[in-house]
Nanobody
Framework: QVQLVESGGGLVQAGGSLGLSCAAS????????MAWFRQASGKEREFVAA????????AYADSVKGRFTISRDNAKNTVYLQMNSLKQEDTAVYYC??????????????????WGQGTQVTVSS
């Protein structure tokens, strides 16, 4: 059974940092593009960042570019999201997602086949 499990969410003050992890199980994800999405209360899910199967290509939403870094460790079947200079508007449930794909990194959630259950990130003033 394929599973993605996020961890690392919590409460942090604005300007602070937080690191999220997403551990995949059930099969190897070394051939998958993986991504982070987020959904704030009352808003639609939005793309945050994506990384290619090799880690060689990354993509970021404009709202997080320069503050967030996505990375992966295929030996551990894990993808990470390091979030720095956090703002209140970063408050959301963060989800990781995966799709077996090479080439351009999709930013549309509909193109991803596997999803985690989400982890809450709350940024206080």
């Amino acid at each position: 059974q394929v599973q993605l499990v996020e961890s690392g969410g919590g409460l942090v003050q604005a300007g602070g940092s937080l690191g999220l992890s997403c551990a995949a199980s059930g099969r190897a994800f070394s051939n998958d593009a993986m991504a982070w999405f987020r959904q704030a209360s009352g808003k639609e899910r939005e793309f945050v960042a994506a990384i290619s199967w090799s880690g060689g290509n990354t993509a970021y939403a404009d709202s997080v570019k320069g503050r967030f870094t996505i990375s992966r460790d295929n030996a551990k079947n894990t993808v990470y999201l390091q979030m720095n200079s956090l703002k209140q508007e970063d408050t959301a449930v963060y989800y990781c997602a995966a799709v077996r794909r090479y080439g351009p990194l999709p930013s549309d959630g509909k193109e991803y086949d596997y999803w985690g259950q989400g982890t809450q990130v709350t940024v206080s003033s």
